[in-house]
């Protein structure tokens, strides 16, 4: 691997932790700089784990110190996601995720018409909302379904998180992104560890690729923090069709 290869890495990983500390969405700057270096994918998908797990639970240490998180959904929620990722992750090799692709576009569809139809959505939370079975049912939807997505496909998982806070539970968007990264933390770590114990993992660049990841995980959460729920929904917008587009890419482009 070439010295501009290992840059290009290094500022990818920088720009994927910014995106991942206010939107989700970092795996699409990362991933696809992995396979151009060289990597085979599943040693791209462990050893962008190996770094977003650190500019994620960064980032999410930063929020917590700046926010207050609803640990009722974070604590229970991540704590699910770090079985149901690593369940993900070791039934990948047996399901196709060509086949989730489609349906996960037609939900990033209708997820960028709702908010761009609906622009006060996710800038004023709705209390009203957090209802016991809503509670129990965001951290099924976050903690089960998307951990399990996360584990097998991977990109845009804090997107979802994101959508599903706010959604179901009536967050505003800076509060459910950062109860996203706590859970997102938990993801990443599910499957981490089924791919490190599967020896997938390309360790060196990955823990140098986590540094870059830091930096630009805490100057995302801080921007997030300090301009507030309007910035997030820009820039969810942004990630949303960036997402379709690779994943359209992917389905009916690449083959």
């Known amino acids: 691997m070439g010295a501009g290869q290992v840059v290009l890495l290094l500022l990818a990983a920088v720009a994927a932790g910014w995106v991942d500390a206010v939107v989700g969405g970092g795996g699409l700057l990362q991933l696809p700089v992995l396979l151009l270096a ?15 797990i650190f500019g994620t639970g960064s980032a999410a240490v930063t929020y917590a110190s700046k926010t207050k998180l609803d640990r009722a959904v974070a604590v229970p929620a991540a704590a699910l996601a770090v079985a149901f990722a690593g369940l993900g992750a070791a039934s990948a090799a047996l399901l196709d ?7 996960v576009m037609v939900v990033l569809l209708g997820v960028g018409a709702f908010v761009t139809l609906r622009p006060g959505f996710g800038r004023l939370p709705h209390p009203h909302l957090r209802t016991r079975a809503r509670v129990m049912t965001g951290v099924a939807v976050a903690g089960v ?29 800076v509060h459910a ?13 599910g499957a981490l560890v089924v791919f490190a114990a599967q020896g997938h993992v390309v360790w060196a660049l990955g823990l140098a690729m ?46």
């Open 38 to 52: 060289g990597l085979t994918p599943v040693q791209a998908l462990a050893t962008n784990k190996s770094a977003a």
């Open 97 to 103: 995720a060509d086949v989730l692709k489609p349906l």
């Open 145 to 173: 379904g998307i951990a399990y997505y996360d584990g097998i496909v991977g990109p845009g998982t804090g997107t979802f998180l994101l959508i599903a806070f706010t959604s179901i539970l009536g967050m505003d968007f």
């Open 177 to 189: 992104s950062a109860t996203a990264k706590v859970v997102n933390t938990g993801t990443n770590l």
């Open 210 to 255: 986590a540094v870059c990841n830091i930096t630009g995980a805490q100057i995302g959460a801080r921007m997030a923090l300090n301009r507030g729920t309007g910035f997030v929904r820009v820039v969810l917008l942004c990630v949303v069709a960036a997402l379709v587009a690779k994943l359209g890419y992917d389905q009916f482009v690449s083959r």
